[in-house]
């Protein structure tokens, strides 16, 4: 069974400044996909970014992009010009591409902080 | 665009009963995902259901059953409720035969058990 791992429980950055969430996980397959969602105080799962195993290239979108490390099974997630808006609980997941297999599995989530 | 109805958005029960919750999916998904997510947690998969047939199965407890209707809606059924059942239910909606699709997430119902 895969498995996802933050290690960071709490994060906290100053406004505009950058930070990196960090996400590993375990699976045995080749092909997959990783997601971070985002979860502000209303609850509302929000998608951030995704990367397809199979694509070397890091996804970007504005100010979210990732280090995606294959080899590592590493995941991190980089912020950048951090704004108020951004603070949120962070999930890292994984998603098998396995028939019937496609449920996402979550990280415990890293609380991000913002500072003005 | 049209996302995830998820229905009713807050639902309190008195313990041993029983509740229903409700999942709209977005038009044309084929796939619906329940998970919990208790205070403090990370979501658990509960169920998923393609094509109105059960796909895969998690950590759903035997008093929960779920189905997906012939309009693919679906519903979570959950019997002999407890405290320990409060939690946040989401369902989430893909489309399995476009493999690049992401789930989309409802905003969730609250569930709390007293």
Redesign the interface.
């Known amino acids: 069974a895969q498995t996802v791992t933050q290690s960071q429980p709490e994060m906290s950055v100053q406004e505009a400044e950058t930070v990196t969430l960090s996400c590993t996980y375990d699976t045995s397959e080749s092909d997959y996909?990783l997601?971070w969602y985002k979860q502000p105080p209303?609850?509302?799962?929000?998608?951030v970014i995704?990367q397809?195993a199979y694509k070397q290239q890091n996804a970007t979108e504005n100010r979210f992009s990732v280090n995606f490390q294959k080899a590592a099974k590493s995941f991190s997630l980089k912020i950048s010009d951090s704004q108020l808006g951004d603070a949120a609980m962070y999930?890292c997941a994984y998603?098998s591409?396995q028939?019937?297999?496609?449920?996402?599995?979550?990280?415990?989530?890293t609380k991000l902080t913002v500072n003005p | 665009a049209a996302g995830v109805i998820q229905s009713p958005r807050h639902l309190i029960k008195e313990k041993r009963e029983t509740a229903t919750l409700k999942c709209y999916p977005i038009p044309r998904h084929d796939t619906v995902y329940w998970y919990q997510q208790g205070p403090g947690q990370d979501p658990q998969f509960l169920i998923s259901f393609y094509e109105k047939m059960q796909s895969d199965k998690g950590s759903i407890p035997d008093r929960f059953s779920a189905q997906q209707f012939s309009d693919y809606h679906s519903e979570l059924n959950m019997s002999s409720l407890e405290l320990g059942d409060s939690a946040l239910y989401f369902c989430a909606s893909s489309m399995r035969t476009v493999l690049n699709t992401e789930a989309f997430f409802g905003q969730g119902t609250r569930l709390t058990v007293v």
């Open positions: 996909y997601f209303s609850r509302q799962m929000i998608l995704r397809e999930f998603r591409l028939g019937g297999s496609e449920k996402l599995v979550f990280g415990k989530g």
